[in-house]
């Protein structure tokens, strides 16, 4: 919950110029913990935007970043140990035109700058620079999302001993003057979260029918509910008859407060609440003193009585927004009637014929037209797929003729599986050390199912150097630190038992070699593919390759395989069949794609005819002086054309939508999820049938934690990719942690309302602390600490799933 910030306007520093040799320079903060702050200088000639300060600038404790900034921590003053405070001298006589800087929030790692640029304070008059300039002639601008408390900025012309006998020999053309003394404060407001709850039961009562309320917090002190009740989904405030609670008063003849009664124990506050049984809901907020209410972000607490049945006060896990709250209702069985499928069918057919008609008559050959083309082949499959969907019959078994003949599935498409995949990645960096992982998953075989997922992928079989499997030797032993080839053959008959599908995870860039040459390098295979020399690429700089040249990166722990040989694809190909005819995969997870073109894959892809298949093509993202830029087209594209090079055969990783989600929940910079057209900014924005959206993996997270996803938050972003399109993927430490209910409750959301890798989305916020969409206009859903309720003129819509921060609701 965000408490109102005390908007005390105290001086949280002043920064502190003098034009005398040496200057010091002062930047201090009020009631913030120790925080970073990056500091870098601007050239008087502008050449170069960052750079570090001479050595006698650079204050004591610096770190330095690179070859362009410092990082340099706060200290407490002297002042009462409520400012904090670095000291940096300044030399008058220096080309150093200005000051920038950006501050890092150490309890929450927050960096705050001025909508992604610097905070600049000028040292010379004429600098041109725009809205983030701090000084004499420019106001302090601060982006509106930093959450910070209040600053001050000061700085103060001093006499100088030269300064009178220097500035008649000026060179006027060459005047560079040092700026005035400015002293300017900024207010702004730190976000608290406080962790207390408030929990709200709901029964009915057998005698009057009427709906007894009993809420309890464990807030400290005097706390009052300003309450009333409401008759329909407007939310109308109004005023419940009697009986009250104690300490009950009117309130401006428009709403209740009551002053909740201490528990037992001293622990909390309670009170019990009678409502009668026209209302419909249960309207409040929470007053803690005159200057402190607590509310849903910035709206009332809504409460939904139940008005049909009556239940055992049992309680149920809810959360509002902003206040963790258990709410112990259940909503009566209902039959929603739904919308024959058949008539969302022919209605998206319609649409589909009439954009593929506007795109063809462009008749142009830009990349944009030819990026339609492939949006336009893949709705054709999805419209495709869904009529083999309607084609199951609907009538009665009397009415169907015995002797009709049945209809023949569809082929499924190895780029998308049947579109309504959820992918589950079945082991992690440690699953090796136990020795029986094959058995251990095989007792999860159920389980895993029942949770909604459709597709398992389970880690390398193959013998290896490295105990995780992606160092492989020889491809056709299976005996590996996860389990043995029969124990790998008993998981994969239990896991298609249930259901399942299986994705082998096939290192086809690298393998290890089993004997050094004459000069002591290790590039001679054994075991049943004997490769010699000509197997490795020739411009891999450690194994002496005598292959072609590589069609992509290399990978530097391993010989890299020359796909280019016929002799090399001929043997893959024959390898990756006998895995599907011997142990059972019906697809593969392909690590490390950036390292061969993707036409190869392909010609596996063909060879083997997977039913889904995806590739690990995973790059930096771009970056401007450590921050991540919010046009991410550059890296999405590289995805997009190696899903491309194989004719759209198989999907990929989405890691552009992965990387931006860390942006947005680190930063509270939500906005990042709408890119310049206003679609989702991954590749799940331009190719979604065949982006495996995830946010963590064994790399990633785990016990490597190469680029772990922001703690606390990973609900928000299963809350992103379960409701999207794309193919969704969920980590093994997710779903069997604490996160399982909720990670299930999203996952049978999106299967019942039938959201698929080709949904729709429409992006109706996209702000600093607010994300939200409406996907098939079926699902709404919103992340972020701020406030959205989904429109509700054309549809209602009921509230399915709830955590901290997120919110999903379903079209009723």
Known sequence: MASPASANSSPIGPIQSELAPPTPLFLKLLNLPLASSRRHFLSRELKREWDQPPKDMIPPGSIPVKDYAIETPLKKSSEGQVFHEVKINLDPKSSIAALNFVLKDEETGAWYQHRGRDFKVPLVDHLLIDGNVVGAKRGFNIWPGAFLPNMLLKAEELPSKDQDSNSDSKDAKQENKHVQGFYQEQPITKQVVIQNSATVSVTKCFKTAKNLLYLETDLPGEVVVHWGVCRDDAKNWEISAGPYPPETTVFKNRALRTLLQPKDGGDGCSGLFTLGKEFIGFLFVLKLNENTWLKCKENDFYIPLSSSISFPAQPGQRQFEGVPVSEKTEEANQEVSQVPYTDDIINEIRNLVHDISSEKSRQTKTKEAQESILHEIEKLAAEAYSIFRTSIPTSTE???????????????????????????????????????????????????????????????????????????????????RYGNIDELKDLVRSLHEVGLKILGDAVLNHRCAHYQNQNGVWNIFGGRLNWDDRAIVADDPHFQGRGNKSSGDSFHAAPNIDHSQEFVRKDLKEWLCWLRDEIGYDGWRLDFVRGFWGGYVKDYIDATEPYFAVGEYWDSLSYTYGEMDHNQDAHRQRIIDWINATNGAAGAFDVTTKGILHSALERCEYWRLSDQKGKPPGVVGWWPSRAVTFIENHDTGSTQGHWRFPYGKEMQGYAYILTHPGTPAVFYDHIFSHYQSEIASLISLRNRKKVQCRSTVEITKAERDVYAAIVDEKVAMKIGPGHYEPPSESQRWVLAVEGKDYKVWEAS
Request: glycine share 8%.
């Open 398 to 480: 009397e009415a169907v003729s015995e002797s009709e003949p049945q209809e023949t599935p569809t082929k499924i498409c190895s780029g998308t599986g049947t579109g309504f995949e959820i992918l589950l990645q079945g082991f992690n960096w440690e699953s090796n050390k136990s020795g029986r992982w094959y058995m251990e998953l095989k007792e999860k075989a159920l389980e895993i199912s029942s949770l909604g997922f459709t597709v398992i992928w389970l880690p390398p079989p193959t013998e290896s150097v490295s105990p995780e499997g992606y160092m492989p030797k020889d491809l056709y032993n299976l005996n590996s």
